[in-house]
């Protein structure tokens, strides 16, 4: 499979975010698992009017490997209530597929605000009452937890997302897990209704990625990873402990994030 063929390729190291995917690429070669995080200073800032909305969705469209069923499928429920989706490549022809039958019936247009800034990110996330997530099928598959669950729950959003391998081991009650389908609606009814248990859960989600999931706690993982390559690989002078563009050139990285929304 592409994994296989991935673990093929003549690299010294990886980096990957998925527990699985590092369990057979160790095999290979020094590997470590890294998944993806938050700035240090990441966290909840003020709302602001442009993003308050019920229920919001963050991510692109069209690019990546989101198939629109399984879109459908997670965010469809949401339209019932005060839903905005956020980001690029959400145009008509990305829908298309799932309305061949009823053209007319896509109405997804009516939800799209548009891209993002970037550093508006945790503007949204601290505007939304409730915000959604899903994973691409092979992220799901693999545990490769996008940066939604770390940027959403990095600013106390209570946060409503899909069975991803490995989630709900480690964050427990920090998310609230869905099937999707109408099983997302009733939560989404729910948590609208208790929002005393929406701040408890983004609270818990909040102290989880502080605690564990920052670029700085990351960074010196790389360096660990590095240190083993250099310590383990002939011929290289093992009293180079600095990084460097060639040094690092040949640590081959499979992390799977969102693409720039």
């Known amino acids: 499979d592409l994994l296989d063929e991935f673990a093929q390729v003549p690299a010294d190291g990886f980096i990957t975010n998925s527990v699985a995917a590092s369990q057979l690429l160790g095999q290979r070669c020094p590997t470590?698992?890294?998944?993806?995080?938050?700035?240090?200073?990441?966290?909840?800032?003020?709302?602001?009017?442009?993003?308050?909305?019920?229920?919001?969705?963050?991510?692109?469209?069209?690019?990546?490997?989101?198939?629109?069923a399984t879109t459908q499928h997670y965010l469809q429920a949401a339209k019932k209530f005060d839903f905005a989706i956020w980001g690029g490549d959400w145009d008509h022809n990305y829908w298309a597929p799932e309305y061949t039958a009823n053209p007319e019936a896509n109405d997804w247009y009516r939800f799209c605000r548009g891209a993002l800034l970037l550093d508006d990110i945790a503007a949204l996330y601290s505007s939304a009452k409730i915000v959604l997530n899903f994973h691409e099928d092979s992220q799901r598959q693999w545990g490769m937890w996008n940066n939604r669950v770390f940027e959403a729950l990095g600013c106390g959003a209570l946060m409503i997302c899909d069975e991803a391998a490995g989630l709900r081991e480690e964050f427990g009650d920090a998310i609230v897990f869905t099937s999707g389908g109408e099983e997302t609606a009733r939560l989404i009814a729910w948590y609208l209704e208790h929002p005393d248990e929406r701040h408890r859960i983004g609270d818990l989600g909040r102290r989880i990625t502080k605690e564990r999931y920052t670029y700085s706690r990351w960074a010196r993982a790389v360096h660990e990873l590095y240190d083993r390559i250099v310590s383990e690989k002939p011929g290289v002078d093992r009293s180079r402990k600095n990084f460097s563009a060639n040094g690092m050139s040949e640590v081959a990285d499979t992390e799977s994030s969102e693409d720039a929304e």
Request: proline letters at 11%; a negative charge; zero cysteines.
């Open 32 to 68: 470590a698992y890294i998944p993806l995080a938050v700035e240090d200073d990441y966290g909840p800032v003020a709302p602001q009017d442009r993003y308050l909305a019920d229920v919001v969705f963050l991510g692109s469209g069209g690019r990546g490997n989101k198939r629109p």
